[in-house]
């Protein structure tokens, strides 16, 4: 296949407009700075982003190009299908959820990221540790979502995946440098925009191609495959609810989703922009449906794809740019690459800036400087974008591995993350000592669920693990499981320990973490020696 001059054309085009708004957002945001703090207009806009800006970044944070690219391979796949579709709605109730129970805590306390609750109920110390799972959870996103980037350009446009990733990574990097988060919520409109016309103008093309059988028909009837609705097989059925509840739950304690709620001028808009964006990445998702659809319906064989098909020949993670590419005229098939490319970079930038902000202010400016003035943080901010997108882009030579470990940081910030936080907001008599039992328990349970994508063997095999194709697989909802216990041990350790010093079947000295909040000071102590009659002075602790 020759180099297709007019897409890469047209995808620099696309870059280009988007490097030019994130840069004209990052000089309104320098306008906007005036009499505001600057690093909080970096980090969370200044908590001036108006509703419909905060809709449009919301929801393009969330439909990025995993959520495209594997919404359609899901549907394509004979064993899986659209029940086990699960992102789109569980992403949708992720949002309405954190709107209605999580907003509220958040915005009144002014917090700045996700990390600001834990550090405050914990310390600084488990803060720190706790930054660590969705740090690498977003770093891993980011070299994902490149990686598939590069590998569509190489399907589409049939240069090489490696110069793909470059080019992304340095305009992201560049604009979310210079703005923060008024160039990547800016960007997010366009890019939003560009993801919704390019694939509804791409999949009336793709459904009359004559490769293609009508998708109403091979729904329920097998025809080049299993039908693609899919079933949920009874032995199955645990693990879905488990990967359902890991989508909704899991999706809540990231840095990106907050960023966006936390820049609302108000609760009120920050409940409805939660809202209505768990609506937009629902709806976002049926382009991808439709695509899948098609994809499980086309006759390879006619088209200059040929046979084996996509899944025969495990490449059914590329299944979206084959129907934009095989089954859409190539003037169509550019439109599409483009909505993967604004995809990819909808979400490879709120990843990216993500971790920066975290980095900077809880780690920087609360633990490593305490005294950092403002341009210091953003500084910091700024030379952790260059550090991790460079890292990030790295990794995304790495393609299968990032993807393995994108997932397993993600099912430990679920394991993780979510219970530290749901404590520190609404159960305020946790403590770090609980904090860092649960830490522990989770860490150890999950790891020794074992992960069969890195070929680490389970030590834990837990109801229904079974041994297939040469790997163990748990079909008990272990994610789950372990999130819940460690919930539990963070209550119970934190109530233990609280009832252990205060009882005195500890010895109060040994309270490192000062959970029973007693000042410490040293008052004069005074006695009279009864053998000379001298007065003697001494210090005594005193605990009040």
Known sequence: MALNIPGLVSLSVFFTFTLATGIWASWKSKKDQQNRNPTEMALVGGRNINVCIGLFTATATWVGGAYINGTAEIVYLPSKGLLWVQAPLGFALSLVIGGFFFVNPMRSKDYVTVMDPLQETYGNVMGSLLFIPPLLGEMFWFAAILASLGATMRVILDIGGSLAIILSASTVILYTLLGGLYSVAYTDVIQLVFITLSLWVCIPFAMVNSATESIYYTATHEYYQDPWIGKIEKQYLGRWLDDFFYLVLGSIPWQT?????????????????????????????????????VAASTDWNKTSYGLPSPYERGESAMVLPFVLHYLCPAYVSIAGLGAIAAAAMSSADSALLSASSMFAHNIYRKILRKQATEGEVLWAMRISMLVFGAGAAGLAFYSSSVYDLWFLSG?????????????ALFVPSTNTYGSAAGFLVGLLLRLLAGEPALKIPPVIH???CTFMNGTYTQLFPYKTFTMLLTLGTIVAVSYLAVVLFRRNLLPRRWDVCNVLGETRTLVPLRWVDKWTGTQTAALQENRD
């Open 411 to 423: 099912e430990l910030v679920y394991a993780l993350l979510f219970p530290q936080l749901c404590c």
């Open 257 to 293: 989703y907050f960023q966006r709620v936390l820049s609302a001028a108000s609760p009120g808009q920050a409940r409805f922009i939660s809202y209505l964006s768990g609506l937009g990445c629902f709806l976002m998702a049926i382009p991808s449906v439709l695509i899948g659809a």
């Open 462 to 464: 837990y109801p229904g």
